[in-house]
């Protein structure tokens, strides 16, 4: 057992005990001093081996693990095998690499929550105690120990921001399951991509997904395509014709704009999905179908019921799982990957590389971006088509997104960089790992800063470590230190 593992052996048997497993120290000493400074008794594992082993050992509430931990066993694997120890227990899974992929992953094998780095500390301390309550109140919880189906994964969704990190974890909950989910988003915002991934993601990957845009029929057309219908039934109708929830029977029905349905026609589709059968146009018989729907509009459904133009019955039929996709100018962060995407893709189908200036990435940032996604990859294809260089510049946007508003810039770099700890965070933290590190220890602690015995008293002062002995100065410590090093709290203070 590490040495890290033998230094949560201090806590008593009434705290909750939690276990961090990482194989960055600093990363770990961070979590192990704000949790045991937040009351909790906090085992410390730098392998996914001691952390299981532990794990059969003693029984943890909560478990905290990065996602890599080396070439042989990821967080993942220790979220699989722990579960199998400790079913009950809950996981907090934390990475530098957020991605879609990994948060289905992580919560479909059963984890309370994903975090990337760097994480606000509130956050953590927050999903900590959530975590608890639900351990406590609850003795399992079957949504969130679905197993990994090893189907094939999507990832045309991109984005790393919390709102997309959300949806992702949504994506992971609802997959498995039959429930209708109604996908709300502005245009462009990727509905139909959300639709696909749950569809890919869940136990109907290897049958049918079909989709149909409920507005871009009339609706004797839309009919004949949702249901189907049988010769005769109308001019024109030469042969028996299949609908798509007959061609998909055993996949997934993507309704896309479900608000322009019509009314004779949203009567129709609620008794499918109440009787799970099917009547084509101009046939007296019925035909049993087994499809998972899913809808998504653009307007609110709750709205349109209210103006009595959606039935309520219909609507909350549709809305048994709610997913919110947000749109691309709340998410600026997401901006550049998706750029990198894009160009990727553009790139390949062209055999060429391309590559964004940093001055064409902010203009892009500061843009509203009203098409969203979509608008997005528009342009850029339009760019890539004209561009006879690999370097796309500022010169080459259309001018509508070559003014980059000073307010509009701070708003973009204040959400990039919401989150990180500030410099005198930093240096606080610092300070009480060096002093649990040398137990106490000023002289020690200060020949590691590289600052005086007084230097450490002072930022003490500022920075109190609870339970840590301050005894008084010695005399010559009272003196003026003017050859004494500065420390970034000196630098930055009026004058220096």
Known sequence: ??????????????????????????????????????GYCVYCSSTAEEAIALAKRLNFEVIISDIRLGPEMNGLDVLRAYKAVQPRSEVILITAFGSMETAIEAVKAGAFDYLSKPFKI???????KRAIQNRRLTTENETLKVKVSGVPKVSELVGRSPAMLAVYKKIGLVANGRSTVLIYGESGTGKELVARAIHSNGPRARERFLAVNCGAFTESLLESELFGHVRGAFTGATSDKAGIFEDANGGTVFLDEVSDMSAGLQVKLLRTLEDHEV??????????????VIAASNRRLGELVEQGRFREDLFYRLRVIEINLPP????????????????GRLGAELGRKFKMSEEALEALMTYDWPG???????????????????????DDLPPKM????????????????????????????????????????????????????????????????????NE???????????????????????GK
């Not at 048997?13 to 704000?34: G, W």
């Not at 509130?122 to 900590?128: A, R, S």
Request: a negative charge; proline letters at 7%; charged letters at 30%.
């Open 472 to 494: 008084p100065e010695s005399p010559e410590e009272r003196t003026p230190d003017r050859e004494s090093p500065r420390t970034p709290s000196d630098e930055n203070r009026p």
């Open 372 to 394: 969203n996604v979509r608008e997005l990859e528009n342009t850029l294809e339009s760019i890539v088509a004209l561009s006879r260089s690999g370097v796309i510049s500022v």
């Open 1 to 38: 057992m590490s040495e890290s593992l033998s230094n949560g052996e201090w806590a008593n048997d009434f705290e909750p005990r939690l276990l961090v497993v990482d194989d960055d120290r600093d990363t770990r000493d961070l979590l192990q001093e704000l949790l045991r400074d937040a």
């Open 279 to 292: 009547r084509p146009l101009g046939s007296n018989d019925s035909i049993k179908v087994d499809v998972r």
């Open 328 to 343: 691309l100018r709340e998410r600026g962060q997401d901006i550049p990957l998706l750029v990198e995407h894009f160009l």
């Open 402 to 469: 070559r003014t980059l508003p000073p307010r509009q810039r701070e708003e973009v770099v204040e959400e990039i960089f919401q989150g990180l700890p500030t410099l005198n965070e930093v240096c606080r933290r610092y300070l009480h790992h060096v002093l649990r590190a040398t137990h106490g220890n000023k002289t020690d602690a200060a020949a590691i800063l590289g600052v005086t015995r007084k230097t450490i008293y002072r930022m003490l002062g500022r920075w109190p470590l609870a339970g840590l002995a």
């Open 122 to 128: 509130d956050e953590v301390l927050l999903l900590v």
